[in-house]
């Protein structure tokens, strides 16, 4: 560890030193004001897609979930009709 900190202390002043020069000299970038990114219509395609893709995922799962609340209905009435096939043992025996 301690040669770790070590060499930390030695090349972090260097990292510094190299590169403010290139922060001083960066050029200033303006904001294009042509128009609003993708206001042409180029990612109309995508926001079709994944909006019916949603759609359709919404609707498997309701049709999924309401389908299986009938069926969970069946079974759990199903079950509370069997009659008990064995009977648990006391515990601890005696």
Excluded at 28 to 52: A, E, K, T
Excluded at 67 to 78: G, I, P, V
């Amino acid at each position: 560890m301690h040669l770790c900190r070590a060499a930390w202390r030695k090349l972090v002043p260097l990292a510094r030193a190299s590169s403010t020069p290139l922060l001083r000299n960066a050029p200033l970038r303006s904001m294009s004001s042509s128009s609003v990114p993708g206001s042409s219509g180029d990612g109309l395609i995508y926001y079709l897609v994944v909006g019916v893709s949603v759609a359709g995922a919404g609707f498997y799962i309701y049709r999924t979930l309401h389908r299986d609340k009938a069926r969970y209905a069946d079974r759990a009435s199903y079950i509370e009709g069997r009659q008990p096939e064995w009977k648990a043992k006391p515990w601890p025996p005696q």
